[in-house]
């Protein structure tokens, strides 16, 4: 179903409260239930009509962007045996947490080890 006409002086306000409000109008339009695209292009209509008081549009959120956390790993080299029989507790990467140890071998499926990574980061918080 298509949204209710909102008339132009309701454009003007909700574009001005928006460029006074320090988030960037995409933000802004999301938690305003606003679609970007239609709030961009009641700003060119305005202006185009006349009003030339609508001020820039704000580049950069208040809200604060996710932190990354840097760990350096140890990278030791380790000798794969010529014969796989003989030794089939080789791991290609392994992780010590506090007392943990996690060997992770080669053949280990890429979102089976994504999704490891991801509980042990949140069970470290």
Known sequence: MRAPRVPV???YRLIMECRKSGLSDHQWCLNNDINPGTF???????RKNGCGDIPE???LSTY?????E????EMNSISVPTDM????????????IGNMNLRISNETAP???AKTIQILAE???
Request: charged content about 25%; glycine content about 0%.
């Open 123 to 125: 069970l470290s918080c």
């Open 9 to 11: 002086e309701e454009q």
């Open 85 to 96: 029989n003989k030794n089939t507790d080789t791991a290609a990467m392994e992780l010590m």
């Open 40 to 46: 961009y292009y009641w700003v060119k209509r305005l």
């Open 70 to 73: 840097v760990v350096k790993i």
């Open 111 to 113: 979102l089976l080890l």
């Open 64 to 68: 604060e962007q996710s932190h990354q």
């Open 57 to 59: 549009k704000n580049q």
